[in-house]
């Protein structure tokens, strides 16, 4: 068969289009000819599609080998997730104490319950109008000047996120 009807054959296997008679010459040029160079990885796979025709040997003894890794993994594994029984002991004990505890506390509460409920009546703090006037004039001075600074701290951080996102978009241009 010749080196272009090959090349023919294996494309329209690739993409599927290809019966059992294609598959089949393409099967026997594959096993009996001589084929070129850029083909010779295509020879490999498509061989090892069919049962019998691999190309390179797999070595004597690899199959129970990579069985007894297995086995060996699936044990390490079991001792690795292995339980802690005094450590779910633990857990259970914790799980009853804290249960115990949570109905205490609802207990405690449902009983305290109906005692003192209303808010405490708030009552003036000044009895000279002109010293309340300046305590809040004062109060409202420092909550401004609080303000501002973190105003201030907000913009600076601002500036900051703006340069980084900067210097990233700079790194992912280039």
């Known amino acids: ?7 023919r ?24 000819e001589e084929v ?3 083909l010779q990885k ?6 090892s599609f069919f049962p019998g025709e691999v190309v390179d ?8 080998k990579l069985s007894r890794m297995i086995d060996e993994k699936a044990e390490e594994e079991q001792r690795f997730f292995h339980r802690n029984k005094a450590k779910r002991n633990w ?14 506390g609802v207990g405690y509460g449902i009983t305290n319950m109906g005692e003192d409920m209303r808010p405490p009546t708030p009552q003036d703090t000044f009895s000279d109008p002109e010293a309340a006037y300046k305590a809040l004039q004062a109060t409202l001075i420092e909550v401004s000047a609080n303000l ?15 340069k980084v996102n900067q210097e990233v978009r700079k790194e992912i241009q280039q």
Do not use: S
């Open 57 to 64: 040997n797999v070595p004597a003894g690899l199959e129970d």
């Open 148 to 162: 501002n600074k973190g105003i201030e701290q907000i913009e600076e951080t601002r500036i900051d996120v703006t």
């Open 1 to 7: 068969m010749k080196v272009e009807e090959i090349e």
């Open 42 to 47: 295509d020879k490999k796979l498509f061989l």
């Open 91 to 104: 857990r259970w004990i914790g799980g009853i104490a804290a249960t115990i505890l949570v109905l205490v």
């Open 36 to 38: 070129p160079e850029h």
């Open 9 to 32: 054959l294996l494309a329209e296997f690739y993409e599927g289009n290809t019966n059992e008679q294609e598959e089949e010459l393409l099967k026997e040029a594959f096993r009996t």
